[in-house]
């Protein structure tokens, strides 16, 4: 079943496939991250920085170490790409970048350890990327959770984190996946369109950033093939981890 509001279905009306095969990269970002941009967060002295979610965000990060700023805690992965580019761009502004991404985690398990490892920390900048095990885990039969489930514990966890921090800048990152790449199969859809969306929903609710994560990922794709981006079909590799920090890139200034 094709999901009608497909980003990239929407995107290659716009553009011919050989214009699109032509753009670099950059070209391609900026043409998937067009909505994002308009509703970029202007950083300021002493912000802190945290990123939130899964495995795609641990990254093997030191879990024992809980500074910040560095590789041992920023992992191998989009956030210590993205945490490094900002620190070197953004010098005299003194921030502080955390990396408390878990491995394996569902929405409910982040609030299980959200006094801990997000408000505690008191951050001014919050990037959550969670939901890909929300289904994942479902499918193989870890998990017993439902798509209202993850919109519900999701609005519940932003609408607690917005209380106790009314002036944090929200970003929510788009769960993706690469169809046909190990892992994700056709069992996969149309169910996971909704998790999309739901994502999508609970940004638009809170005013948040949204980051289109599967639209950035489908259009790499006339680059390079999806096992190029990442091996299993959810984690990125080397390369998908660097497109997905430019992107995150692109919603700060």
């Known amino acids: 079943m094709e999901n009608q509001n497909n980003p990239r279905r ?26 994002a941009k308009a509703k970029k967060i202007r950083l300021s ?5 945290l990123f939130q979610g899964d495995s795609i965000t641990d990254s093997g990060r030191n879990r024992k170490d809980e500074g910040f700023n560095n590789p041992r805690v920023l992992g191998s992965g989009y956030a210590m790409l993205t945490g490094a580019a900002l620190l070197e761009r953004h010098a005299p502004l003194n921030l502080k970048i955390f990396n408390r991404g878990i491995s394996g985690n569902k929405v409910y398990q982040l609030a299980e350890r959200w006094n801990e490892d997000c408000l505690d920390i008191k951050p001014s900048i919050i990037s959550i990327l969670i939901g890909v095990n929300d289904i994942w885990h479902k499918l193989n039969g870890n998990y017993d959770g439902t798509l209202e489930i993850y919109r519900n514990d999701y609005i519940s966890l932003v609408e607690r984190t917005k209380k106790a921090l009314p002036d944090v800048n929200l970003i929510i990152c788009e769960p993706f996946a690469v169809p046909g790449v190990k892992a994700v199969d056709a069992t996969w859809y149309p169910e996971f369109y909704g998790y999309q969306q739901a994502a999508r929903e609970v940004a638009d609710r809170f005013g948040a950033i949204f980051i289109p994560f599967q639209k950035v990922f489908d259009e790499a794709q006339v680059q390079a093939p999806g096992i190029y981006w990442t091996g299993d079909g959810v984690h990125p590799s080397l390369a998908g981890a660097q497109l997905m920090a430019k992107a995150w890139l692109k919603i700060v200034s």
């Open 10 to 35: 929407h995107f290659i009306k716009k553009v011919a496939i050989g214009s699109l095969m032509a753009m670099s990269i950059p070209e391609i970002l900026s043409a998937s991250m067009a909505e």
């Open 45 to 49: 002295k002493d912000d802190v920085i």
